[in-house]
Every structure is written in C-alpha cells, then in structure tokens.
C-alpha cells in the first residue's frame, strides 16, 4: 500500500489533475480502511483518468487486484455527461449511497421544524399535517419534498440502473442483460 500511496502523490505534480474540492487544502488523493480503499479527485474526466491510470500501476509491483465487480464509484455535482463518460471508461458501477432511515427521518423532522417556526426547536403544535404539506400545489399541499419519499425513489431508480447493466462474455459473442435472455452478438 506504501506504492500505492506514493504513485498517487506524483499525482499533485501534474497540471492536469485536480483534486477533489474538500481535499485539496491536505492534498488528500487516498484513504485506506483494512480492505476498503477510497480514491478521491475532481469530477473531471482527465482527472479521473489519472488517477485510474496509478491505480493500474499499483497490481504490476503488488499483484493485489482489484474485483471491478466490488467496485463502485460515486458523484457528487458531476454532470449526468460527465458521469456516464467516467463509468464508461473505468467500466465501474455507479454507486448509490443509501440514506438510513433514522436520518431521513431526523432530515424530515428538521424541516418541519425550520417551517414552521423558522428555527430548529418545536415551540408549537403544528396547524397542517407534514404529508399534506408535501403534497403538490394542485393538490392542496405546499409542494415540498419528501425526504422518504425521495429516498426510496432513489434507491428504486438505482436499481433499474443496475438491472439495465450489460455483461459480455469475452470474444464469443455473448451478450448478458441483467434480467432479460441471452442473446448471441452485440
């Protein structure tokens, strides 16, 4: 991991790199967990190219590989462009993060809060049922988010992400589509 960590610092003399936003101050490139390993930079597709590239230098010293099956790569304000060019070169899922349901709940509870009295303590009862409020303006509601809701369209947009996912069997022509019959060519 001491190579790793060193092809990843060469990184900061290239100008064409950037570094994620919330680790460039420390010049943060990695962070490694007992067998979990998070790679950090810009959104960027050359930046992320860079990194991918130190990445595949790290096997030829240490012959630990890295299962692209267990590997996910997440975005935070990248272009939905941007991201679809980055997965298809790295050919990584897209990972989603899962919001737990105590804080989706603590999430809802704050908004109530700040809605109706502006601030984060409930000083009063509340004049108007939380799941009307998040019912359209057509409806009668005030059109704000649910965050449950949100959630859980979320998840379920993920996964039919997932589920559209193509694997091909090298050259014989195989074609694999998650959920769907084989079918022989591309």
């Not at 462009?81 to 919001?99: A, V, W």
């Not at 603590?106 to 601030?119: H, T």
Request: net charge positive; charged share 20%; proline share 3%.
């Amino acid at each position: 991991m001491e190579y790793l960590n060193r092809l990843l610092k060469t990184l900061k003399y290239n100008p064409d790199f950037n570094f994620h936003p919330k680790c460039d101050k420390m010049g943060i490139v990695q962070l490694g967990f007992a067998d979990n390993l998070l790679l950090f930079c810009r959104g960027d597709v050359v930046s992320v190219q860079l990194l991918y590239q130190c990445f595949k230098e790290f096997p030829k010293a240490s012959r630990l590989v890295a299962n692209n099956d267990k590997s996910s790569i997440y975005f935070g304000g990248v272009a939905n462009d941007i991201q679809q060019e980055i997965i298809e070169t790295l050919g990584f899922m897209k990972g989603i993060f899962l919001l737990p349901k105590k804080i989706v709940s603590l999430i809802a509870a704050a908004c109530r809060k700040f809605l109706w009295n502006g601030g984060i303590t409930l000083t009063k009862k509340a004049l108007l049922a939380w799941n009307i409020v998040c019912y359209p303006k057509s409806a009668g509601g005030f059109n704000v988010l649910d965050i449950h809701v949100w959630n859980k369209a979320a998840i379920t947009s993920s996964c039919g992400t997932y589920a559209k996912r193509k694997v091909n069997y090298g050259s014989n022509g195989f074609t694999y589509t998650m959920g769907k019959d084989v079918t022989y060519g591309k």
